[in-house]
């Protein structure tokens, strides 16, 4: 399978990247406070099943057979996904058609899949060690289903800081996609490529938030909606001096958030053929804009941020003290989870990291309540922390008697040892040691 990425010719200077990102949560059951010490099942398979079903045929195959079908007309077109690990699980699951549809879309040579945490989770933030072990598990997850290894890495909901991007460089990847944040560019322009500070070869491609909401939040506003001549137009207003465009944003935009009666199909589809019509842009993937955009500007982003909510911060996660506590008790449990050894419990604990879960649980209210309110499941974030809790209540109970289990088991193993390995006393030791010797010698 020929997976390398094809080149184009053009003119252009200008880089234009059409970055979508693809996830769907493993959500859990409710459990309620009687049944913790029963080990319930955690999550809600029908309610899962039932919602990547939907999506798969408002969106998913929708929009993937869209792109294949605009590709084919003009290989010009690029694309780039993010797939979570906890997306491609269940696509192999309840939707096996869908992962062939990207299967397709990949054997064109004109889409490049970005790296992340497997789980979608919040790893960067418990550890260093736990953060790479979900990096390369996702990475052996898209080399598995699509015969590619990605070179550029995006965090869970673009999360960044210069501490995650020395830990993403060390790991090997030549660059990441974060948000163009107004309060870190101080100024500076969204359309560069950007450089870590303490690391020139590794680049920062900023999303521009602006211009990709204008598309995922605000593509229908009332009973208008935005015309692709207008956006190109917005484009093509972008000064030639500026080098790279990123659009991020959803894939569910297409077909899940706004329907495809709302005429999003054919949003898409003028709005790149425009592009490549116009020439003023290449489209490209991220890698191509690493190797082929010169970056001179160091960005410091000390603080970490996101692509989420007005603040672009960890707010939308760890907002309220029940999304602290919540994520405090799962960190917590990183060490005594481990040390059972137990496969089941390590996925499961690495499952309830899932951002989601917390995002669940935010308590804003206006704009960003609203868009929370949208993606929960939950009737109000205090029973989704509830909920949360209940698990991790019943979670705890199963990994202190796995760990009891593994102590036990380890004694064993050491008394057996000893019985096979009794301990000689040193005095012994010596004296047969002197026996010997005297053997020797009267030999």
């Not at 020395?166 to 870190?184: L, N």
Request: with cysteine; glycine share 4%; proline share 4%.
């Amino acid at each position: 399978m020929n997976l390398q990425l094809t080149s184009t010719q053009t003119n252009s200077s200008q880089r234009l990247v059409l970055y979508f990102q693809v996830h769907q949560p493993a959500r859990l059951n409710k459990i309620n406070f009687f049944s913790i010490g029963s080990h319930p099942e955690y999550f809600d398979h029908a309610l899962n099943a039932e919602i990547v079903q939907r999506v798969a045929t408002d969106c998913y195959l929708p929009a993937n057979r869209l792109l294949l079908q605009l590709i084919e007309k003009h290989p010009e077109i690029k694309v780039c996904f993010s797939i979570s690990g906890v997306a491609l699980a269940q696509f192999e699951h309840y939707v096996p058609e869908v992962l062939r549809s990207f299967q397709e879309l990949a054997n064109t040579g004109n889409v490049e899949f970005l790296s992340e945490t497997n789980h979608h989770s919040l790893a960067s933030l418990i550890s260093a060690d736990e953060f790479q072990i979900q990096v390369f598990e996702h990475a052996e997850n898209i080399y598995r289903h699509f015969g590619v290894r990605p070179s550029v890495f995006r965090n869970t909901e673009l999360i960044y800081s210069n501490t995650i991007g020395t830990q993403v460089a060390q790991m090997g990847f030549k660059g990441m996609i974060t948000d163009g944040v107004d309060r870190v560019l101080e100024g500076r322009s969204p359309f560069q490529l950007y450089q870590h500070p303490d690391n020139a070869a590794f680049k920062l491609l900023l999303r521009n938030n602006s211009l990709s909401d204008d598309i995922a939040f605000r593509y229908r506003q009332g009973n208008t909606t935005l015309s692709a001549e207008r956006y190109v137009n917005w484009l093509n207003h972008i000064p030639d001096s500026e080098p790279v465009v990123i659009l991020g944003m959803d894939y569910e935009t297409l077909g899940e958030h706004h329907k495809q009666a709302t005429g999003i199909f054919d949003f898409l589809t003028s709005m790149l053929t425009r592009v490549v019509n116009d020439k003023k842009f290449t489209l490209s993937t991220p890698a191509e804009v690493i190797d082929h955009v010169t970056s001179g500007q160091a960005l410091s982003i000390e603080q970490p941020i996101s692509w989420a909510d007005e603040r672009k911060d960890l707010s939308a996660w760890l907002g309220n003290d029940m999304q602290r506590d919540a994520f405090d008790m799962v960190k917590s449990l990183e060490n005594p989870v481990k040390r059972t050894a137990n496969t089941s419990l390590i996925a499961a604990w690495r499952a309830l990291q899932t951002s989601d879960h917390f995002y669940y649980m935010c308590t804003k209210k206006l704009n960003d309540g609203d868009v929370h309110a949208y993606f929960s499941h939950y009737p109000s974030p205090y029973e989704a922390f509830i909920n949360y809790m209940n698990v991790m209540s019943d979670f705890v109970i199963r990994v202190k008697s796995a760990s009891a289990q593994a102590d036990l088991t380890e004694a064993v193993k050491q008394n057996e040892y000893e019985r096979q390995h009794p301990q000689v006393p040193v005095w012994a030791e010596r004296q047969s040691a002197e026996i010997r010797q005297e053997l020797f010698v009267s030999h």
